[in-house]
Nanobody
Framework: VQLQASGGGLVQAGGSLRLSCTVT????????MGWYRQAPGKQRDVVAT???????GYADSVQGRFTIFRDNAKNTVSLQMNSLKPEDTAVYYC??????????WGKGTLVTVSS
């Protein structure tokens, strides 16, 4: 199983970025997917999740600014990030949670928001 994240970069505060994660080696439609982030010196925290049936959930800090969506035909989960803030700066990781307890992580993509 491989999760390949892309779309990170440098953006000014107030700007937007879209992260994408393409999954191979498993039945994508059967997995709950999520985006997590880890800022320097901090623990990895959940940002957004989306279930197999498309129900999404968000951390309070990103509610209303970020949107997670999935395309089962393309084995892709994306995170649209708007109104970015400097505190959103982190390495963002894609996660797949498969029934039966298996869990997979991508390598992460860096998002830097300048003030």
């Amino acid at each position: 199983v491989q999760l390949q994240a892309s779309g990170g970069g440098l953006v000014q505060a107030g700007g937007s970025l879209r992260l994408s994660c393409t999954v191979t080696g498993m039945i994508f439609s059967g997995a709950s997917m999520g985006w997590y982030r880890q800022a320097p010196g901090k623990q990895r925290d959940v940002v957004a999740t989306i279930t197999r049936s498309g129900i999404s959930g968000y951390a309070d800090s990103v509610q209303g600014r970020f949107t997670i969506f999935r395309d089962n035909a393309k084995n892709t989960v994306s995170l649209q990030m708007n109104s970015l803030k400097p505190e959103d700066t982190a390495v963002y990781y894609c996660n797949a949670d498969v029934p039966g307890g298996r869990n997979y992580w991508g390598k992460g993509t860096l998002v830097t928001v300048s003030s």
